[in-house]
């Protein structure tokens, strides 16, 4: 029990952390004069996945390999076949007026990227500079393409951002961040260690299960929203730009600091479940299909079909 409650724990640690860290970093980037649109595209996307990053490199130097690479893995499939699947069973989600088509393909880049890089594996830091490389590329290609926007009278909003926020209160919030930030991940990947040993599951499977479900709550969280709103546009940008920065940045950090050995499961089933649950979104990207309470059934069900699989 004491296993889960670190868990838990952990979880809850890291995400009011995480929060706190964006917007104490969003609020302090604008007070200091960087453009609205340089923080949008960095610092609220790095932010938000400090949690899955925190847990990544805590695993890597605690011997749990699995984790760190489960947790990445695990939170991409997560987001296609659980975080779209049941708020779509909620209300459905009707194709919005955003094209998300190119982000999409670059998505499906970084993920053929990385799985090739895998094979070639134990991941090491010469690989972290190729995924960083990459996704140094598309985050210039992002700002270009943000640039046209604001030129053509789009304005840019920030997540997190609070107009007139005291310097105290951001000195508290970042505070609040960076300490929550590392104990959260110690205590969740202490827990998630535990918890392997003592119902004799492998660190891979805690990984692609347990922690990726728990760091994929917030963007679950963003999905359900837009459900509400019927801006499924909103839901497929979230979970594209939040998988192709799983892959690219949180790995590719990861990689630089510790090596993260690749085991064979790995190469046999779940990138490959990873890989086919991103190509499911075809249909919704390219053609503007709604996301039908009956798609959300289907990708709910295939996500809990390979839970099963996991665990059998």
């Known amino acids: 029990m004491i296993d889960f409650v670190l868990l838990g724990a952990g979880l809850v640690i890291l995400l009011f952390a995480g929060d706190a860290l964006v917007r104490g ?6 007070r200091l004069g960087i453009p609205a649109l ?3 595209l960095t ?17 890597a130097f605690a011997d749990a390999p699995g984790i760190a690479l489960g947790n990445v893995v695990g939170s991409n499939t997560a987001n296609v076949l659980l975080v779209l699947g049941l708020p779509a069973i909620m209300s459905g989600l009707a194709a919005g007026e955003s094209d998300t088509r190119k982000s999409y393909v670059i998505m499906l880049g970084a993920t053929v990227l990385f ?29 270009h393409e943000a640039r046209s926007h604001r030129r053509r009278g789009s304005e840019v909003e920030v997540e997190g951002a609070e107009e007139g926020m005291s310097w105290r209160r951001i000195l508290i919030y970042l505070g609040l961040g ?20 003592d119902f004799n599951i492998s660190e891979t499977v805690i990984g692609l299960t347990i922690v990726a479900l728990g760091t994929s709550l917030p963007e679950l969280a963003t999905t359900v929203m837009a459900a509400i709103r019927r801006e499924a546009d909103v839901a497929l940008g979230n979970i594209i730009g939040s998988n192709m920065f799983n892959l690219l940045g949180i790995m590719g950090v990861t990689t630089l600091l510790a090596q993260v050995p690749v085991d064979r499961e790995f190469l046999v089933l779940d990138f490959w479940v990873m890989l086919a649950s991103s190509l499911l979104l075809i249909p919704f990207v390219f053609w503007r299909q709604k996301i039908t309470r009956l798609w959300g059934v289907i990708l709910t069900g295939l996500y809990l079909v390979y839970v099963v699989v996991l665990l059998s």
């Open 43 to 59: 610092v609220v996307a790095f932010g938000t996945s400090a949690p899955e990053l925190l847990v990544a490199i805590r695993a």
């Open 25 to 30: 970093a969003v609020n302090a980037s604008l």
């Open 178 to 197: 960076l300490v929550g930030l590392p104990i959260g991940a110690d205590l969740m990947v202490k827990g998630a260690v535990a918890i392997a040993r």
């Open 115 to 143: 799985i090739v890089l895998s094979f070639f594996g134990p991941l090491r830091w010469i690989h972290g500079l190729i995924m960083l490389a990459a996704l140094a590329l598309v985050l210039g290609e992002n700002l």
């Open 38 to 40: 340089i923080v949008s």
